[in-house]
């Protein structure tokens, strides 16, 4: 039982730890937007072209002309893309804005229902408050479209990762305040 009282304990540190980092991150973000929300397009254009590549690449080593076909082209789709967003951040904004309120609309829904499933645990209120923010956020985005561009995507990118980090260390507490009563 000891062992696993430690075991909870560090994953109570570590949820704690974590959250602290992210809201430094979610800070950093909200005071630079437009580097944070350039940045996030640079960094996604990145990842298609890596993604392309691999996928080309193993597209070679298919079994037959078609299959490989097919994944050789969405593997040549995604570098375009990616070099897309890598050339020209300021343009590719406006798209990534778009797929950011989805974003923020849907994760927004899954928190909210995620806190209402974990209820009435520490730290449900933390999760119901940021789905909350989040579907607002996506809310706010969408009624600024397409003016809000790459300063939103970096504003709100900030604001998500305060409430993300907020929110793992209001479990880590509950977790670690939990394990607390448990053993007293």
């Known amino acids: 039982m000891n062992q696993l009282t430690e075991t909870g304990e560090s ?8 959250g602290v980092a992210t809201m430094i991150l979610g800070l950093l973000a909200i005071g630079s937007p437009l580097l944070a929300g350039v940045s996030v397009v640079v960094l996604v254009g ?12 193993w597209a070679l080593r298919a079994e037959s002309f078609g ?3 097919l994944a050789f082209a969405i593997g040549g789709l995604s570098v375009l893309c990616g070099l897309a967003l890598v050339t020209d951040p300021l343009l590719a904004t406006g798209l990534l804005t778009f797929l950011l309120v989805v974003y923020f609309v849907v994760d927004g829904l899954l928190e909210i229902f995620a806190a209402f499933h974990v209820k009435p645990a520490k ?16 809310i706010l985005i969408w009624r600024q479209f397409p003016l809000s561009g790459a300063w939103a995507i970096g504003v709100l990118f900030g604001v998500k990762l305060l409430l993300v980090g907020l929110m793992m260390i209001a479990m880590g507490v509950g977790t670690s305040s939990t394990e607390g009563a448990v053993e007293g």
């Open 123 to 138: 730290g449900w209120g933390w999760m119901l408050f940021g789905g909350l923010v989040s579907l607002v956020l996506g």
């Open 11 to 18: 994953g109570a540190r570590a949820a704690t730890f974590f």
């Open 46 to 57: 990145v990842l298609l072209i890596a993604g392309g590549i691999v996928r080309a690449i």
């Open 67 to 69: 299959k490989g076909a």
